[in-house]
């Protein structure tokens, strides 16, 4: 058995190693033969595109399908690791097995497998995106150490926080003040998925739409939607983005039951995390989709405030 480790997954994580990383990259090969053997699997081509985490197809000893997935020892890992476990398959791929000391998983191999963008309606991709948040949301587990939403926010509205661009944008200012308002309303929390987006939904046969990859975080329902409304923009022009970012978050209130207020607070703050370490060191490009998505969500915030 050959493992060959992608260039481009190499290339990328060593962008901003990690102490540790280096290491990990080399003990792949041998992380993933002894996965294979651990759990009687037989290891497929990799899959294209890899650029954080190994992830290969399998096949198990009784013929079913799988997916092998190495990645990083880190507490993000260990935040995927339990909220997989916690949302049992509800609407997300089943947990089949897993070796906390490796950090290696084995997965339901969700097939087809296309993603949740190939659909190409946008309105219906946003319903299918609604129904999976409304599944997989839940009580936290008791004794959770899963990252908060409300911690986030505290930090973020601390004097000194998000230096470089923040006061060349007004907007992010007026949304964290918004936000602070909004969360002092006692709303309840749910373990969420963390990054929910069309390149994380995928087509299966046990459900129609099925999610990967959770992070795992506890907050408010409203701060789940924020990656879906920032990512697969690229299709629509520059002038028509602020539209289509507010009809996605209208439909997703709708559709979950929350405030429209709340999805664009929430949203908006949540849209400033994502650009969060760009904006430290002013690498940010204005036209950036969570900048864009960000602001157009916080006019909204101003439109209903007056």
């Known amino acids: 058995m050959h493992i060959e480790i992608p260039d481009a997954l190499r290339r990328n994580r060593m962008a901003s190693p990690t102490p540790g990383m280096v290491a990990w990259l080399d003990s792949l090969p041998s992380l993933v033969e002894a996965a294979a053997e651990r759990w009687s699997l037989t290891i497929l081509p990799a899959f294209d595109g890899l650029s954080y985490n190994y992830v290969v197809p399998v096949i198990r000893a009784d013929g079913s399908p799988a997916v092998l997935k190495a990645s990083f020892p880190s507490i993000d890992f260990d935040h995927e690791l339990a909220a997989t476990r916690a949302f049992d398959g509800r609407r997300c791929a089943r947990l089949l097995e897993a070796d906390p000391d490796t950090a290696t998983t084995l997965l339901e191999r969700v097939e087809p497998g296309d993603m949740l963008?190939?659909?190409?309606?946008?309105?219906?991709?946003?319903?299918?995106a609604a129904a999976i948040m409304r599944g997989l949301r839940c009580p936290p587990p008791e004794g959770h150490d899963f990252p908060r939403a409300r911690d986030w926010l505290a930090d973020a509205l601390a004097p000194d926080a998000l230096p470089g661009r923040k006061h060349e944008m007004p907007w992010i200012p007026r949304a964290l003040d918004r936000i602070a308002e909004i969360a002092a309303d006692a709303e309840p929390e749910y373990l969420l998925h963390g990054d929910l987006h069309h390149m994380n939904i995928l087509s299966g046969q046990r459900e129609p739409w099925l999610a990967i990859d959770p992070h795992g975080v506890v907050g408010d329902a409203a701060w789940e939607i924020a990656p879906f409304l920032f990512n697969n923009l690229e299709?629509?022009?520059k002038a028509d983005k602020p539209s289509v970012i507010r009809r996605r978050a209208d439909q997703f209130a709708d559709a979950l039951g929350v405030e429209r207020k709340r999805v664009y607070a929430w949203s908006a703050v949540r849209c400033i995390q994502s650009a969060f370490w760009s904006l430290v060191d002013g690498r940010i490009d204005d036209k950036w989709g969570a900048l864009v998505a960000g602001?157009?969500?916080?006019?909204?915030l101003d439109r209903r405030q007056t």
């Open 117 to 128: 963008q190939t659909l190409g309606d946008d309105e219906a991709e946003v319903n299918i």
């Open 295 to 300: 602001e157009a969500l916080a006019e909204s």
């Open 235 to 237: 299709h629509i022009t």
